[in-house]
């Protein structure tokens, strides 16, 4: 008879002890309890994480479920894990390389992006209706105030047309509408789609999202392969914001966001890159493992490829600086593209 395969468990599961019956009376100063952290693993178990933090507070209260995690996910040690951040200097970014040509073409656009949590309220799982209205309107009225190239305008979910949503999602400037499973199960989209929003850019190449999965994502894009300039305007926003807002931020972990896969920095640098020929023969996922990259559909996490592009990002949020990410994720897309245009 042959063996039966090993169930796939999430991280969740494997780490969840014995005596996890001693945590039944731990709480949050937010009332988060050990079962809301894991609400999503029960009803997903072949997860990868499974596990989300629905106020800040839970990384320290459980720290005996997400440490280990975050040392598993991330490959850290978190005994003498730091918080460190570098988003490099005015000269460093002007020195940056783009892709040369022939490998610049396969590359549909270059997004990069950062979660943030603003500092008073917990995350979507734990907001009240009212909170999240709160919140809304303290992050818009920060949003007002910034100018130049980064001024834009605020628009609620609520506000939009079921076609002006869909025009905006097809043009991956606004995020889907609640139908991450994982998310779902996970309370993330409680009381959507209120308030919930995008504020953008006339150029469209600056976008903030408010009340997804995090408080905060800000996202600078652009068409082809431009890191250089996107890099840039990311900065800028960045440093704009936090003189407008006090988020989270943790001494060991950085910044913490609702999804322990994305602490520490916070970014997400990803392209959407043609790469069909190495994923036909099997090489994409051991190039994404090689330089610690991961590989998604272009509709986001949990999608599929459409016309052999996928969008790459990096994997790794934490134990590194942001500008040693943006560098590792651009050395491993132009390691990819080497491979993909010798086919």
């Not at 022939?102 to 008073?120: D, I, L, M, P």
């Not at 209205?133 to 303290?138: N, W, Y």
């Not at 100018?147 to 606004?174: Q, R, V």
Request: negative net charge; contains cysteine.
């Amino acid at each position: 008879m042959a063996e039966e395969a090993p169930k796939k468990v999430s991280l969740a599961q494997k780490n969840t002890p014995a005596q996890v019956w001693e945590w039944c009376d731990k709480k949050t100063s937010h009332g988060t309890r050990f079962i809301d952290c894991i609400t999503s693993a029960l009803e997903n178990p072949k997860s990868n994480v499974g596990i989300y933090a629905p106020d800040p507070e839970c990384y320290d209260v459980f720290s005996d479920l997400f440490h280990p995690i975050i040392a598993e996910y991330h490959k850290v040690d978190v005994a003498t894990l730091e918080s460190k951040h570098n988003l490099g200097t005015v000269d460093d970014i002007k020195a940056m390389k783009d892709l040369p040509e022939n490998f610049a073409e396969k590359v549909v656009s270059t997004r990069v992006r950062v979660g943030r949590t603003v500092k008073g309220f917990p995350m979507q799982a734990a907001l009240s209706p009212k909170q999240r209205l709160d919140l809304e309107e303290k992050i818009k009225e920060a949003l007002s105030q910034l100018d130049g190239e980064l001024k834009g305008t605020y628009k609620s979910l609520n506000e939009m047309s079921h076609d002006e949503k869909t025009s905006l999602i097809e043009e991956h400037l606004l995020f889907n509408d609640a139908d991450d499973k994982c998310l779902r199960d996970a309370n993330g989209y409680g009381d959507w789609p209120n308030g919930r929003g995008i504020f953008m850019n006339d150029e469209k190449n600056f976008i903030v999202w408010v009340n997804e999965e995090d408080h905060i994502r800000i996202i600078s894009m652009q068409k082809g392969a431009s890191l250089t300039k996107v890099w840039e305007r990311l900065v800028t926003a960045i440093q704009a914001m936090e003189k407008k807002l006090e988020f989270v931020c943790h001494p060991k972990f950085g910044h913490l966001t609702f999804c322990p896969t994305n602490i520490g920095t916070g970014l997400r640098a990803s392209v959407h890159v043609n790469v069909g020929k190495i994923a036909e023969l099997k090489q994409l996922d051991g190039i994404c493992a090689e330089y610690n990259l991961q590989p998604r559909g272009v509709h986001g996490e949990h999608t599929e490829s459409v016309g052999g592009i996928y969008d790459i990002s990096n994997k790794i949020r934490i134990g590194r600086t942001e500008w040693e990410l943006i560098n590792d994720m651009w050395t491993g897309v132009n390691a990819m593209l080497e491979k993909e245009c010798a086919n």
